[in-house]
């Protein structure tokens, strides 16, 4: 890429708005995925009384299984809506910025 076209790209508003965006988004579903998993650390250390309890009176699955499962699916569908907002919102808006800058 020219520096010319790289210089239009970076003086571009709409430009400047995407990178404000996007890096809203990616820092906003680090510090959830963040929060979920030294959460779950710290409550194996600090309650794991409560991790350690079955699920129901007569059964061998703990708390604790079924929460490290959801915080590892949660971090999969925050992944997910990542994925999304970038394909359907940061992609078109991408080609924009690109397309008026070839002009």
């Known amino acids: 890429m020219s520096e010319l ?7 571009n508003p709409k430009y400047l ?12 579903l680090s510090a959830l995925v963040c929060i979920m998993y030294f959460g779950f ?8 009384d409560i991790l350690t ?3 129901a009176a007569d059964s061998v699955i703990p708390v604790g299984m ?3 499962v959801g915080v ?6 925050l992944t997910g809506i990542y994925v999304y907002v970038a394909n359907h919102t940061f992609d078109p808006i ?3 910025i690109v397309s008026e800058a070839s002009k």
């Open 5 to 11: 076209i790289a210089s239009k790209i970076q003086n």
């Open 17 to 28: 708005q995407l990178v404000r965006s996007r890096n809203t988004l990616s820092w906003t």
């Open 41 to 48: 650390t710290l409550m194996i250390a600090f309650t794991p």
């Open 53 to 55: 309890q079955p699920i």
């Open 66 to 68: 079924l929460m490290g």
């Open 72 to 77: 590892i699916f949660a971090s999969c569908v």
């Open 94 to 96: 991408v080609n924009e």
